[in-house]
């Protein structure tokens, strides 16, 4: 068979996707189809399936092989640990979580040095809303109306970007609050000259609604699965500023924004801001399953004293640890956030020839590893352009090019690894350039 021509389905492939339909689960965020393509090996910024063709993959994975697929220096790590020790009882230390506590202490913001380790981003984004909870007192928190924090119960009752319906009722003191999102304000203001009313009319609802001592506000400082939406200079200030004023916590999910992908350590650094607590998740552990919440000596010690506990069967395994340092080593020592910057600038620069060229691409945001664009039907209305999006993803798709599609297929959202070199980058914008000419109305464009 031809591995290029997307219509050819190989007999492994038929076969394999023969016992998914008996065998596997339809829980997927974004795929419910029986259909190809059947992963099964990926290096550095490619992967490739059981047909073998060869993908560029610009969603990193799950997001989680922003370092690069199979990194040798994690593929190490883990050989190693295998022939040590695996797992261990996660009421006693090992050697490697303290190790790796220690590291992730040395790239943190100032003061946050108490690391718990779990499993994913949700467990994460549970535990710190636990630990928020334990602290305060309080019992309600808030997330922006376009957050994305995971779905597990609480992580889903404060993830408002979608994945909610049918599934019963919300958490208890859950609350939505308005996203600073610019491009399509939902207060239909303009900035700077609306002063940040987005957080002052938040607040006052949340003020209205609190029963009690409210616990935090939890945010991402770029709304990767919400849009990639970034919200202005001066938003994240202020949002400290005022769930301070109050008495909660600031907690920043950076599960998909830190360890080096927009350019700087973590996100909230291009703002000056160090929150209360941090979660990271995704390529924490090099493609290793492995989240960390993070916080000061202070409110450690405080919920400790006050009976906090969270951990799994799992938590601070050797193994997934060693996953862990091993990453870091990746991300100090080949300088992801120059990396980011680099790749995220040449990227840009072909979103924005692009935009020269293609109406269809109304607004381009993010940075560094993490950037998107919003199709829209024209500029002047700014009306979604769903359907295109779609069309454009499966073009891409079969073509070679993996990203993801977000707020119904309207915004396109990439994310390719550190590795991607300066010819996959000018490949998958020839890709996408293809795509976009193929859906333009009547082939319209602005040449």
């Not at 009882?89 to 040395?106: C, M, T």
């Not at 889903?156 to 909610?164: A, C, I, K, N, V």
Request: charged share 20%; aromatic share 6%.
């Amino acid at each position: 068979m031809n591995p290029t021509d997307p219509s050819e389905v190989s007999p492994r492939e038929a076969d394999l996707l023969n016992r998914a339909r008996r065998y596997s689960f339809r829980a997927r965020m974004d795929k419910g189809e029986f259909v190809g393509p059947v992963f099964e090996r990926g290096l550095g910024s490619e992967v490739q399936d059981v047909n073998g063709k060869t993908f560029l993959d610009f969603n990193s994975g799950q997001m989680c092989a922003a370092i690069g697929h199979n990194h040798p220096t994690v593929v190490a790590a883990i050989k190693r640990a295998c022939d040590t020790l695996i797992h261990a009882h996660s009421s006693y230390f090992n050697d490697q979580e303290i190790l790796f506590a220690e590291r992730l202490a040395g790239v943190m913001p100032p003061g946050l040095e108490k690391s718990l380790f779990l499993q994913s981003g949700a467990d994460a984004n549970e535990a710190a809303v636990l630990i928020a909870r334990k602290y305060t007192g309080g019992l309600d928190v808030a997330s922006p109306h376009i957050s994305f924090h995971g779905l597990s119960d609480t992580a889903r009752s404060l993830t408002f970007s979608g994945w909610h319906a049918d599934h019963g009722p919300p958490v208890a003191g859950s609350h939505a609050m308005l996203a600073p999102y610019c491009y399509r304000c939902p207060l239909r203001q303009t900035f700077p000259d609306c002063g940040f009313a987005c957080l002052d009319a938040s607040f006052e609802l949340l003020d209205a609604q609190a029963t009690g001592p409210m616990a935090a506000v939890i945010t991402e400082p770029l709304f990767s699965a919400g849009g990639v939406v970034e919200p202005p200079p001066g938003w994240l200030a202020k949002l400290r500023d005022m769930a301070h004023a109050r008495g909660m916590l600031l907690i920043l999910d950076e599960e998909q924004t830190g360890l080096g992908k927009l350019g700087t350590m973590f996100a909230c650094q291009a703002e000056g801001v160090v929150p209360d607590i941090i979660t990271v998740a995704k390529h924490l552990g090099g493609g290793i399953s492995i989240s960390a919440v993070t916080t000061t000596a202070a409110i450690e010690a405080t919920v400790f004293d006050r009976g906090f506990i969270a951990t799994h069967s799992h938590s601070n395994d050797p193994l997934i640890c060693a996953a862990g340092i091993a990453s870091l080593d990746v991300i100090e020592g080949e300088d992801m956030p120059a990396m980011a910057r680099l790749i995220g600038s040449r990227w840009r620069g072909h979103l924005e020839a692009l935009a020269q060229r293609f109406e269809m691409i109304g607004d381009i945001r993010g940075r560094g590893l993490l950037q998107g664009i919003e199709l829209v039907e024209d500029r002047m209305s700014r009306k979604p352009a769903m359907e295109a999006g779609r069309k454009i993803g499966r073009y891409c798709l079969e073509r070679g090019l993996i990203f993801s599609l977000r707020r119904g297929g309207s915004v396109l959202r990439f994310v390719p690894p550190a590795t991607t070199t300066p010819a996959q980058i000018d490949r998958a914008a020839a890709i996408l350039g293809d795509a976009l000419a193929h859906v333009s109305p009547d082939g319209r464009t602005l040449a």
